[in-house]
Structure formats: structure tokens, C-alpha cells
């Protein structure tokens, strides 16, 4: 009797289970975005862009660059050319209403990534739950065949020879 067929290497089933994974994995990411864009309102999609470039550092970069322009330029020029002198009060104030207008965005973009992290953990859960089902399942079918071996033991030792 062969047993070619049935005894794999590692190295085939850890292909064959890394190439389900990621097959799994790509549909349920596609099926989560593909219902991302079902459920949310243009304005919740603009909420996330906003708070998507508010938190890189592009936006970092380019609002250090503006904050150090507007006091270099309000510093240096001829005061004639001073538009907020220090202490900066117009600056304080944009950076107030910056602040105060991103936060709304940014809370919105993060209550949505919440829905979908439970989502997505709510998915995890019934994997994980299907799979140990399918493991009791295996052991119970190890211990049968265990129970069988043993008899078939007894009756070999039975009938060998050497008893």
C-alpha cells in the first residue's frame, strides 16, 4: 500500500494553506471595502480623507513649512508688511479653528475604523469558533480511530504466536 498521495511535505501544505489564507483574506477585505462603500455618506468619506491627510506626514510637513513662513515673514519683513505681529494672536486663532475644525473629522474617520475593526473581529471570532468546532471534530474521529487500533491490537497480540 502506497502511501504517496496522503503524507504531504511541509512545504506543499504550507503553500496550499498560505495560498487559502490569502485568498480568504483578500475576499473578506474586498467584501469589507465593497460595503465601506455601500454604508458611508459622501460626507463621511470626505471626514475620512480629511483625517487621512491630517494625520501624514505630508500635512506635518507643509503646516510646519506655512507656521514658519507666517512668523519668519512677520518677524523679519518691514513692519509695514506685519499682518500679525507677535504675539501671533491671528495665528493662535487659525491654529484654534484648525484644531477645533479637524477634531470632528478625524473623531468621525475614527468611529467608522472602530466599526469596522469589530467588524472584522466579529468575522475573526467565527473563524476562530468554526475552526475549533472542526478540531473536536478531528479529535473525536482520533480517539475512534484510536479505540479501533487498540482493538485490532488486542485481537493481533491475541492471535499471535506468542501468546
Do not use: C
Request: proline share 4%.
Amino acid at each position: 500500500m502506497s502511501l504517496e498521495g496522503v503524507i504531504h511535505t511541509p512545504d506543499k501544505d504550507d503553500r496550499t494553506v498560505k495560498r487559502a489564507v490569502a485568498a480568504y483574506d483578500t475576499h473578506v477585505v474586498r467584501h469589507l471595502d465593497e460595503e465601506y462603500t455601500k454604508t458611508t455618506r459622501r460626507g463621511d468619506r470626505i471626514a475620512d480623507h480629511v483625517s487621512l491627510f491630517a494625520g501624514s506626514w505630508r500635512f506635518i510637513i507643509i503646516f510646519g513649512v506655512f507656521l514658519v513662513v507666517w512668523i519668519i515673514w512677520n518677524i523679519v519683513t518691514p513692519k509695514a508688511l506685519h499682518f500679525d505681529p507677535a504675539p501671533f494672536i491671528l495665528l493662535n486663532l487659525l491654529l484654534s479653528f484648525i484644531a477645533g475644525f479637524q477634531a470632528p473629522f478625524i473623531m468621525m474617520s475614527q468611529n467608522r475604523a472602530a466599526e469596522r475593526s469589530k467588524m472584522e473581529s466579529d468575522i475573526d471570532y467565527a473563524i476562530n469558533f468554526k475552526a475549533e468546532l472542526d478540531l473536536e471534530e478531528v479529535k473525536a474521529h482520533l480517539k475512534h480511530i484510536e479505540a479501533h487500533m487498540l482493538e485490532l491490537r488486542r485481537v493481533v497480540d491475541g492471535n499471535s504466536p506468542a501468546s
